[in-house]
């Protein structure tokens, strides 16, 4: 009986690391997704080019950002929000791709967040020596729902700590098609990505690409 069980294991799906209370790490599981994935990132990146935005205190982000749904993460002078125009073109942001819409919800629903509906995905473009200084998501209008984080292309260090800024994180390797979901008593815990090690992916060649999904409205 107890060999029986064991067989059956893997058809439970991907392994889930708990890396922090409400933070889940879904290893592979948007592997076999990757080429639809891409596919759409072109699509939409063709329609809301990734760009440098500046953060209020003046400096410009090393990562390229870009955005697809109804709302979309914004950084200028005037302090970071959450628009329904991409401020480049004066013009809505691209639709989600319902397969990126998919994966989402599939993925917060295996975390045991069955109610995620997000309204907004930050695509975030690391190159070489590209990082994300710790920080909290706190832009968005209802801390009830997760945050859902993809992984595609070169691996990075992912770090993630508690609510508290003092709190030394903890370092995470993600990988290509790894996805991080975090909410409950981590929705609020500082993260942020290590600068980039160079590297040559097979389908993303010195790159590597988060969709970050938020219900952010
Ligand atoms: C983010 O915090 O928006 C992005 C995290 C990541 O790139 O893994
Ligand atoms: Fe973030």
């Given amino acids: 009986m107890t060999a029986d069980l064991f067989d059956d294991l ?15 790490l879904l290893r592979g599981f948007a592997r076999e997704l990757d080429a639809a994935l891409l596919q759409a990132l072109d699509d939409v990146i063709a329609q809301a080019p990734l760009r440098h935005l500046v953060t209020p205190g003046g400096y410009t982000m090393s990562v390229a950002m870009s955005n697809c749904g109804p709302l979309g993460w914004v950084s200028d002078r005037s302090g970071y929000r959450y628009d329904a125009l991409d401020p480049r073109s004066g013009r809505p942001w691209p639709a989600m ?21 997000p309204d907004a995905c930050l695509i975030n473009l690391y190159e070489p020596g590209a990082k994300l200084s710790l920080h909290q998501d706190k832009d968005e209008k209802d801390f009830s ?11 990075a260090v992912f770090l993630f700590g508690t609510s508290h ?4 994180p903890r370092r995470h390797w993600l990988s290509h098609g ?14 942020g990505v290590a600068p980039l090690a160079d590297g040559e992916h097979a389908l993303l060649g010195r790159r590597r690409i988060n969709l970050t ?3 952010a409205g």
């Avoid at 893997?10 to 889940?24: Q, Y």
């Avoid at 989402?104 to 995620?116: D, K, N």
């Avoid at 800024?165 to 030394?168: E, I, K, Y």
């Fill in 165 to 168: 800024r003092s709190d030394r």
């Fill in 213 to 215: 999904f938020r219900q």
């Fill in 10 to 24: 893997p058809v439970l799906g991907p392994a889930h690391e708990l890396i922090a209370p409400g933070a889940v």
């Fill in 145 to 155: 729902a997760p945050i859902v984080s993809v992984s595609l292309g070169l691996p």
């Fill in 97 to 117: 791709p319902a397969c990126w819409m998919d994966l989402a919800v599939r993925a917060a629903a295996q975390a045991g967040f069955a109610q995620f509906r």
């Fill in 178 to 191: 790894d996805v991080v979901v975090w909410g409950g008593p981590a929705r609020l815990a500082y993260h």
